[in-house]
């Protein structure tokens, strides 16, 4: 005589849902986080001093920032070009993205041939707004109601130069 007893586990399924749900969850974080950062890029815009070179175009009258501040906004190209790549599943980063090609010489130093007008890079009030909030942010994460103790939080700034 054979006894044959099975034992089934659903520990992997289980295991892959709370997998699942971290991952939606982190992807969420992360778009919460790039879409601050979106917004702390548009705020530094509207905020910044304008006592630079005044000049009219279109018979607009247009005040420029100084080095060091962001660009002051004057027809809102660049300003409405900023957008959001979020985070999915399978994709565990989001961006923060312009196609606008001057946002390059905006950005850069004068000694890289710019106009030294931070206003996404690492040196940015934006950015650094958006590591302070990144980095209180993560706490929120949570799997039912166990919360993740521990997160790499990595805000890279990264330029692409797009050509068309």
Known sequence: MTVKVEIKSKLNQKISKAVDLYDMKTAGYLNKVANMYRNYILISMQQTPKDGKTYKRGGKVHIASTKDNPPAIDTGRLSNSFYVVPATKSRNYSTVETKVKYANILEQSFARGGLQRPFMGKESRAFK????????????????????????????????????
């Open 129 to 164: 707004q958006t590591e302070r909030y990144a980095n209180a942010k993560y706490k929120d994460i949570s799997i039912g109601k166990t919360k993740i103790l521990w997160a790499f939080i990595l805000l890279i700034y990264s330029q692409r130069f797009i050509l068309s």
